[in-house]
């Protein structure tokens, strides 16, 4: 009796042949998946990081710009973020979650930060965006840059691209 694969019978050296490969796949395919494992979750707290800032961060407090939308911007501790239109208003129209996960300064005293920040209300709500925050060595100007996919962040400010100025608010 003839074997065919065309019908329901293997011709017995392609069977054989699978079943070789088979067995030769099965270990790169175990070790991929122990490294997926144990290296995927490193990656990951590498990329972010378990990052805390101090509560007297010179990021904190009120920024306004009447001139950028929102107009107004309030960075507390906690980790929200609470933007108001008009710069007047006392009620946020929108809030969000910063998860912060660098900070340096430069050579002139500038203090940066990354974060990716998840919108929790209003009207882009769920939304989320990676952000570059500078805030100049005197305190007074903060400066921002998203984006919505990171890959990397950003280093540096870019003034042509969702960009935004404030001025920290007078007390």
Not at 21 to 31: D, E, S
Not at 33 to 60: K, R, V
Not at 135 to 150: H, I, L, P, T
Request: proline share 5%; hydrophobic share 40%.
């Amino acid at each position: 009796m003839a074997y065919s694969t065309l019908g329901r019978k293997w011709n017995k050296p392609i069977l054989a042949r699978h079943r070789q490969w088979r067995r030769r796949l099965k270990k790169p395919i175990v070790i991929a998946i122990i490294y997926a494992i144990f290296l995927f979750p490193s990656f990951c707290s590498f990329a972010e990081g378990d990052f805390s800032l101090q509560a007297n961060e010179p990021l904190y407090g009120t920024w306004v710009n009447d001139k950028m939308f929102p107009a107004k911007m309030v960075k507390l501790p906690d980790g929200i973020d609470s933007d108001y239109w008009p710069s007047t208003s006392s009620t946020p129209f929108r809030s969000a979650a910063s998860k912060y996960v660098a900070k340096w300064t430069d050579s002139d005293g500038n203090a940066y930060y990354n974060s990716i920040d998840t919108f929790t209300s209003g009207d882009i709500k769920g939304h989320i965006v990676y952000c570059l925050w500078k805030v100049s060595a005197d305190g007074k100007s903060m400066e921002m840059n998203w984006r919505e996919f990171a890959g990397e962040f950003l280093k540096e400010i870019n003034h042509k691209s969702n960009y935004f100025i404030f001025y920290r608010a007078q007390e």
